[in-house]
């Protein structure tokens, strides 16, 4: 079965191209204090807003620094802020989603009712308000995404549950004496992990996406720390004498992005038994 | 019947439905004993499968309860009302439960040999080894063909009768004296079905079980019960050992059930199926919950609910036409 996945996996181009992407995104961000051709907080008054040139491949920000380098060690910025926020509202959000499908009745209600209300927050103003609340900082950049994605994971996770529960293989561990804990962990858990790991992979951009965004309109790492938002931020000042600027770290995160929804939809396909075609 | 594994006494099952409760199984009494199998025969609908529930304290609430005057005695010991952990200690461990369907009653996450595991560590404290050995013995008892290889595959690369096999090594993983089999062979083909009814039969005379088998299949009955309870509109309607059953059928349900079968020596024009459907729970009249399928039926049998009757010392019937003994 796994083996049977993972193949599907490869020979899809769509989740090939994904992969790679990520790949080389996830490998420059590990390597960038080894590769990276400049220390990115360095200035160098005398060449500031170069263009690009064999020097600087993406040529020099206003205070001379360079803009590939600093491009390098703000995507380990984003992937940090992006897969730690994941994680949490994935572990959370899964936890009440299967608590309320298992539980269900009243319980179910208010939860799925408090969901609903968190669903109709636009993202970015729900991280917007979080952020402003308890300042800018990275630990709170982390949990103010988690907070905003906390809602699609939970209903991810609800809907198998409340099929799961009454599967015959539930009951039947409840017939051996299993707790209600058991069943949950051992027997519900394992039969949504896939569901809820494609959701993941699909949010993770959206994640990335708004810690750019925040960073953007100055909520989110204070500078000089790179990172993708607050470099368009800085590049906007300049963007008719020096495009590159603004223009190299969205590009940074258009091609992330495409490249964790590319891979999360070759995901969902490979573990979807209808779309099977071999 | 002081040596009854399991003594049921009144069990009334009942429904919350539109403000009202509404019995869906209607005072059972019933006994098993050690190293015997007691055979619940019944349609769709005539509450045998609920009885099972009960005993498993398994009854889904909260729109199902079982009626404070039942009573449900294990070795002794009174079920009913018992708290949820006390229930959880005895489910998997004293008292086990197969399924009619095998193909879903398996985890597909779970390799087979954890699956009958599980329950080994959870009620004997078994670690990891220990399990997995006494699982291995467990499957080779209920002989899957070399167990130890097939343990670390999963369900879905069982057969039916195979998974149904892995069902019963998982219910008796840790020993218990009482086994409850609803329909455990009635998705399986028949060739199969002998041969999960002939393993059952082994593993009852090797733990000394008590069997409640529940079926609606009396070709399976006659092969294995030594006793029949049929049940009809959450009632037992008759109950007698099985070869007198067979032989002399006194209620005019049992009479219409056995007149039903398809039999290769007999024109299919002999078939007689039984007019009308069993009524539906809330729908039951003051009298026979059969009389309105009866063919026998008088005036009584519509004002009056009869009793289960004794008729001869082995028997009972829920009938006005059969007589009290003289």
Same mark, same amino acid.
């Given at each position: 079965?796994?083996?049977?996945?993972?193949?599907?996996?490869?020979?899809?181009?769509?989740?090939?191209?994904?992969?790679?992407?990520?790949?080389?995104?996830?490998?420059?961000?590990?390597?960038?204090?080894?590769?990276?051709?400049?220390?990115?907080?360095?200035?160098?008054?005398?060449?500031?807003?170069?263009?690009?040139?064999?020097?600087?491949?993406?040529?020099?920000?206003?205070?001379?620094?360079?803009?590939?380098?600093?491009?390098?060690?703000?995507?380990?910025?984003?992937?940090?802020?992006?897969?730690?926020?994941?994680?949490?509202?994935?572990?959370?959000?899964?936890?009440?989603?299967?608590?309320?499908?298992?539980?269900?009745?009243?319980?179910?209600?208010?939860?799925?009712?408090?969901?609903?209300?968190?669903?109709?927050? @636009? #993202?970015?103003?729900? /991280?917007? &308000?979080?952020?402003?609340?308890?300042?800018?900082? $990275? +630990?709170?950049?982390? %949990? !103010?995404?988690?907070?905003?994605?906390?809602?699609?994971?939970?209903?991810?996770?609800?809907?198998?549950?409340?099929?799961?529960?009454?599967?015959?293989?539930?009951?039947?561990?409840?017939?051996?004496?299993?707790?209600?804990?058991?069943?949950?962990?051992?027997?519900?858990?394992?039969?949504?992990?896939?569901?809820?790991?494609?959701?993941?992979?699909?949010?993770?951009?959206?994640?990335?996406?708004?810690?750019?965004?925040?960073?953007?309109?100055?909520?989110?790492?204070?500078? @000089? #720390?790179?990172?993708? /938002?607050? &470099?368009?931020?800085?590049?906007?000042?300049?963007? $008719? +004498?020096?495009?590159? %600027? !603004?223009?190299?770290?969205?590009?940074?995160?258009?091609?992330?992005?495409?490249?964790?929804?590319?891979?999360?939809?070759?995901?969902?396909?490979?573990?979807?038994?209808?779309?099977?075609?071999? | 019947?002081?040596?009854?594994?399991?003594?049921?006494?009144?069990?009334?099952?009942?429904?919350?439905?539109?403000?009202?409760?509404?019995?869906?199984?209607?005072?059972?009494?019933?006994?098993?004993?050690?190293?015997?199998?007691?055979?619940?025969?019944?349609?769709?609908?005539?509450?045998?499968?609920?009885?099972?529930?009960?005993?498993?304290?398994?009854?889904?609430?909260?729109?199902?309860?079982?009626?404070?005057?039942?009573?449900?005695?294990?070795?002794?010991?009174?079920?009913?009302?018992?708290?949820?952990?006390?229930?959880?200690?005895?489910?998997?461990?004293?008292?086990?439960?197969?399924?009619?369907?095998?193909?879903?009653?398996?985890?597909?996450?779970?390799?087979?040999?954890?699956?009958?595991?599980?329950?080994?560590?959870?009620?004997?404290?078994?670690?990891?080894?220990?399990?997995?050995?006494?699982?291995?013995?467990?499957?080779?008892?209920?002989?899957?063909?070399?167990?130890?290889?097939?343990?670390?595959?999963?369900?879905?690369?069982?057969?039916?009768?195979?998974?149904?096999?892995?069902?019963?090594?998982?219910?008796?993983?840790?020993?218990?004296?009482?086994?409850?089999?609803?329909?455990?062979?009635?998705?399986?083909?028949?060739?199969?079905?002998?041969?999960?009814?002939?393993?059952?039969?082994?593993?009852?005379?090797?733990?000394?079980?008590?069997?409640?088998?529940?079926?609606?299949?009396?070709?399976?009955?006659?092969?294995?019960?030594?006793?029949?309870?049929?049940?009809?509109?959450?009632?037992?309607?008759?109950?007698?050992?099985?070869?007198?059953?067979?032989?002399?059928?006194?209620?005019?349900?049992?009479?219409?059930?056995?007149?039903?079968?398809?039999?290769?020596?007999?024109?299919?024009?002999?078939?007689?199926?039984?007019?009308?459907?069993?009524?539906?729970?809330?729908?039951?009249?003051?009298?026979?919950?059969?009389?309105?399928?009866?063919?026998?039926?008088?005036?009584?049998?519509?004002?009056?609910?009869?009793?289960?009757?004794?008729?001869?010392?082995?028997?009972?019937?829920?009938?006005?036409?059969?007589?009290?003994?003289?």
């Amino acid at each position: 079965m796994t083996a049977g996945l993972i193949r599907r996996f490869w020979v899809n181009p769509t989740s090939l191209t994904g992969a790679l992407v990520v790949a080389a995104v996830v490998l420059a961000a590990i390597l960038a204090p080894w590769i990276s051709p400049f220390d990115p907080l360095e200035q160098d008054i005398a060449a500031r807003l170069t263009g690009p040139s064999p020097a600087h491949f993406l040529g020099t920000d206003t205070f001379g620094r360079d803009v590939l380098s600093r491009l390098m060690h703000a995507a380990r910025i984003s992937l940090v802020i992006g897969v730690a926020s994941i994680a949490i509202a994935m572990a959370m959000g899964s936890a009440i989603g299967i608590a309320a499908g298992y539980i269900g009745g009243k319980f179910d209600a208010c939860v799925t009712g408090l969901l609903d209300v968190l669903l109709s927050f @636009p #993202t970015l103003l729900l /991280g917007l &308000m979080v952020v402003a609340m308890m300042g800018p900082s $990275m +630990d709170n950049l982390i %949990l !103010a995404i988690a907070l905003t994605e906390l809602a699609p994971f939970a209903r991810v996770a609800r809907a198998p549950t409340i099929a799961l529960k009454d599967r015959e293989f539930v009951e039947a561990g409840r017939a051996l004496g299993f707790s209600d804990m058991r069943l949950v962990v051992v027997h519900i858990v394992p039969n949504l992990l896939s569901e809820v790991v494609v959701v993941a992979s699909l949010w993770l951009a959206t994640a990335i996406r708004t810690e750019s965004s925040l960073s953007f309109i100055g909520l989110g790492i204070k500078p @000089p #720390t790179p990172t993708w /938002g607050g &470099m368009i931020r800085e590049g906007f000042e300049n963007i $008719m +004498d020096a495009p590159w %600027l !603004a223009v190299a770290p969205s590009v940074a995160i258009l091609v992330t992005v495409l490249g964790l929804s590319l891979m999360g939809d070759g995901l969902r396909d490979a573990l979807d038994p209808k779309g099977q075609r071999d | 019947m002081t040596d009854a594994v399991l003594e049921i006494r009144k069990l009334a099952v009942e429904f919350h439905s539109g403000g009202q409760w509404h019995a869906a199984v209607r005072g059972i009494d019933l006994s098993i004993a050690q190293n015997e199998t007691l055979a619940v025969v019944g349609e769709s609908g005539s509450g045998k499968s609920m009885t099972a529930l009960s005993v498993m304290g398994l009854v889904p609430t909260p729109a199902g309860r079982i009626a404070p005057e039942s009573s449900i005695k294990l070795h002794g010991r009174e079920l009913v009302g018992l708290p949820e952990h006390e229930l959880d200690r005895i489910r998997g461990n004293r008292v086990a439960m197969i399924f009619q369907e095998p193909m879903t009653a398996l985890n597909p996450t779970m390799t087979v040999g954890a699956q009958v595991a599980e329950s080994l560590r959870v009620h004997r404290g078994f670690n990891g080894a220990q399990a997995s050995a006494e699982a291995l013995k467990m499957l080779d008892l209920v002989k899957v063909p070399s167990a130890g290889k097939r343990m670390k595959d999963y369900p879905h690369q069982f057969s039916g009768g195979m998974r149904q096999r892995v069902m019963i090594a998982m219910a008796l993983a840790c020993h218990p004296k009482l086994l409850l089999a609803d329909e455990p062979t009635t998705a399986l083909d028949v060739t199969i079905q002998a041969q999960v009814l002939s393993l059952i039969e082994d593993l009852k005379t090797e733990y000394g079980l008590a069997v409640m088998f529940i079926t609606h299949n009396l070709g399976v009955v006659a092969l294995i019960a030594d006793r029949v309870a049929v049940m009809y509109a959450g009632e037992i309607v008759e109950a007698a050992l099985a070869p007198d059953l067979f032989a002399r059928p006194r209620h005019p349900y049992t009479q219409a059930l056995l007149a039903s079968i398809p039999r290769v020596d007999r024109d299919l024009k002999m078939l007689e199926p039984i007019q009308g459907n069993v009524p539906t729970i809330g729908n039951l009249g003051a009298g026979c919950g059969f009389a309105s399928r009866c063919t026998h039926a008088q005036v009584r049998c519509h004002r009056e609910r009869p009793q289960l009757m004794p008729d001869g010392p082995a028997r009972a019937v829920r009938c006005w036409l059969v007589g009290p003994p003289p």
